[in-house]
């Protein structure tokens, strides 16, 4: 039996969280504050059910039925080194970062509670600074929320690199509300070392017991082997972008220290196309100078994609064939495969509106594995449990 369930999608940017939980899901309510985002999910997704606005807008009332499932990744810059690790803020005297909008969103959730209205699961995703951010304190009072409001909840790790050639750790807090039914297989005896790291055993720890005592150890398979490459989703003619000029080639391998040059040089021996990405960071050189450095790495998947914004340096593919150098920029269509879209998927028309759209978003095959093997079983396990109660 196919089942339709309904859910919402807070901070939606460009809507992969609505991409990767498919046809069996229906959005009745979206909503993100940017309006170049707006523009992007309203071209792939319709505009019937989406609200443009600052969440802090929002009406509870605004929000349509009881939805199955939330789905809000708030901002991350204040819980990586982007933001300084500024985290959440402080919700009583109102001092509230970009992350800090979590707590508006939070509060229609309450409302929803209120009203009888409450969705059955809440997924909240963000980046793996979440655990860590102002000494735990910030993992230590979003699972408070959750425990308050009578929400069992766990939290996992899940690295895009399983799915699609790029490294994208992210941190999935997912919350079933009181009196679901909750089948076994979906529960782990305790950690398991595919999706809880040591840092999120740790932040565990510092959990109050009232709250501690909601905490599961969810439990899902992993995935099959990925076969693709970064070679793969990369274009001899991109669109886009262009290849860079020899000089500028030229440029960018004299950023690069002894190291990274060895790894140019060891391609260039490989008899094959060889295709790495290149971050430019600043580091201490040996007279403990800063300087901008380029980084390469050839293990076949693309370092973590980034936004423009926030002095964060955007992706550079280098291409080796034989003694032939080639470098430029990550193509929007690119990095868009990077995060599991589709090639129907519209991106906006300047390069950094559509790697932002990337960037900031989810990675489409992720959502759709947490869907199967622990959203949609537990949404099922109550179906089936009705079931059995009629008959």
């Not at 005297?93 to 508006?104: A, E, N």
């Not at 860079?244 to 002894?258: D, F, I, P, R, V």
């Not at 032939?324 to 495969?337: F, N, Q």
Request: aromatic fraction near 8%.
């Amino acid at each position: 039996m196919v089942q339709d369930w309904s859910f919402y999608e807070f901070f939606a940017g460009g809507g992969m969280a609505r991409a990767g939980l498919g046809s069996n899901w229906n959005c009745i309510f979206a909503n993100d504050f940017d309006a170049m985002k707006a523009r992007t999910y309203r071209a792939n997704w319709g505009a019937d059910h989406f609200v443009e606005g600052d969440v802090a807008q929002v009406s509870a009332s605004a929000l349509p039925g009881t939805a199955d499932l939330v789905w809000a990744s708030f901002p991350c810059q204040d819980l990586s080194l982007a933001g300084k690790y500024q985290g959440l803020g402080d919700q009583a005297d109102g001092k509230l970062t970009r992350s800090g909008t979590f707590w508006p969103f939070w509060s229609i959730m309450q409302r929803l509670r209120t009203q009888g209205r409450g969705p059955r699961l809440i997924v909240l995703e963000n980046v793996p600074g979440t655990i860590t951010s102002r000494a735990g304190r910030d993992f230590v009072s979003i699972c408070s929320a959750l425990a308050e409001s009578g929400y069992r909840f766990g939290a996992m790790i899940v690295d895009a690199r399983h799915f699609v050639p790029q490294s994208r750790p992210r941190l999935f807090f997912v919350a079933v509300a009181e009196g679901e039914n909750i089948p076994a297989n979906v529960l782990g005896a305790g950690s398991q070392d595919e999706w809880h790291s040591d840092a999120l055993c740790d932040a565990v720890k510092l959990l109050p017991t009232h709250v501690r005592q909601n905490w599961h150890w969810w439990s899902m398979p992993l995935p099959p082997q990925r076969i693709a490459v970064l070679g793969d989703l990369i274009d001899d003619s991109p669109e886009g972008c262009r290849w860079h000029t020899q000089n500028e080639t030229s440029e960018l391998l004299g950023m690069m220290a002894s190291l990274h040059l060895a790894k140019i040089e060891k391609a260039k021996l490989s008899g094959r196309r060889v295709v790495g990405s290149v971050y430019k960071r600043t580091r201490l050189d040996e007279h403990g100078v800063k300087r901008q450095r380029a980084e390469v790495r050839f293990d076949d998947i693309a370092g973590c994609l980034r936004t423009p914004g926030g002095g964060s340096s955007r992706q550079t593919i280098v291409m080796v064939e034989g003694q032939s150098v080639r470098s430029r920029l990550l193509s929007p269509r690119e990095a868009a495969r990077l995060m599991g879209l589709s090639e129907e998927y519209r991106l906006p028309e300047r390069y950094n509106d559509a790697y932002q759209v990337a960037g900031d978003g989810v990675c489409v095959p992720v959502v759709k594995h947490l869907a199967l093997n622990l959203l949609e079983p537990i949404l099922n396990s109550v179906a089936c449990t009705n079931r059995s109660l009629a008959a």
